[in-house]
């Protein structure tokens, strides 16, 4: 089955629960995926709470009408 919504994947790359790869792969695999990946943060990213609300309201905001 193919995903054919908007998809946001958003990843840390010092992930130590899901390795970094998975996101990559995500984006690979699911059409039109994008990538956000954070510099550190590993697995709760809660040093970028900030950051990930911008970029998921901005992310809703350019799909709303495909989503």
Not at 12 to 38: C, F, M, Q, W
């Amino acid at each position: 089955n193919e995903i054919a919504v908007p998809t946001l994947v958003i990843h840390a790359v010092d992930d130590t629960v899901v390795p970094y790869k998975h996101g990559e792969d995500a984006k690979r695999l699911i059409p039109n995926a994008v990538l956000i990946s954070l510099p550190h943060g590993g697995h709760l990213k809660l040093k970028h709470g900030k950051r990930i609300i911008q970029e998921t309201s901005q992310f809703i905001y350019d799909n709303e009408r495909r989503i």
